[in-house]
């Protein structure tokens, strides 16, 4: 079987802004992104990365940066790695790594990773399950972010709470073939 061609930073940069503009940011998934991406407070890194190894040494870099950086410069990461763990067990296995990686840089408490595959698929669904779409991205990705930051957002949302079962039921209207629609029509 022929390896499949690897996107150029371009295409996987359009798909995932695409994502976080028309999903995330358009159906409300989070509340808290229109602010920083509106700001330009995201920081897009697409991962050249070929191994888990590899992967989490950038990831270190990465989370040094971030804490490092003022949050009126960088208030988030998004790490996206075409190449490694596009296998969802795989990624789903890594996520341990990467709080391990948090953890042993002295970051618990300041700063944490979220989640987000392709492949995505909570605990108790079926890969096919709409619900998965809340979490589901163009490409592996390992959202980088600040715990005084999701505390503040949390603080000024009176319902976080209710934003993941708010996300299902968006998403269960929406449809399957909706969110196809809505990350792959053009206009």
């Known amino acids: 079987m022929p390896a499949l061609p690897v996107p150029t930073d371009g295409e996987v940069l359009a798909a995932t802004r695409r994502w976080l503009e028309r999903a995330v940011i358009g159906l409300n998934l ?3 992104a229109k602010a920083v991406h509106v700001k330009d407070q995201i920081r897009w890194v697409v991962s050249q990365a070929t191994t888990p190894e590899a992967l989490q040494a950038e990831l270190a870099i990465e ?3 971030l804490a490092e950086t003022d949050p009126e410069q960088i208030e988030t990461t998004l790490l996206i790695h075409p190449q490694v763990l596009t296998d969802f067990l795989d990624y789903n296995d890594f996520l341990e790594v990467a709080d391990a990686t948090v953890e042993e840089l002295g970051y618990e408490g300041e700063l944490q990773v ?4 392709p ?3 909570f605990d108790g669904t079926e890969p096919d399950d709409v619900d998965n779409a809340s ?3 163009p490409w592996p990705t390992l ?3 600040r715990e005084a930051s999701i505390e503040a957002a949390v603080e000024a ?5 209710d934003i993941y079962d708010r996300n299902i039921e968006t998403l269960r209207q929406l449809g399957a073939a909706g969110w196809r629609r809505l990350l792959t029509d053009p206009s």
């Open 157 to 161: 949302f009176p319902d976080a709470a």
């Open 114 to 117: 979220a989640s987000f595959h």
């Open 135 to 137: 979490n589901r991205s």
């Open 119 to 121: 492949d995505y698929q």
């Open 63 to 65: 989370l040094h940066r």
């Open 143 to 145: 959202h980088l972010l």
């Open 30 to 32: 989070c509340p808290f």
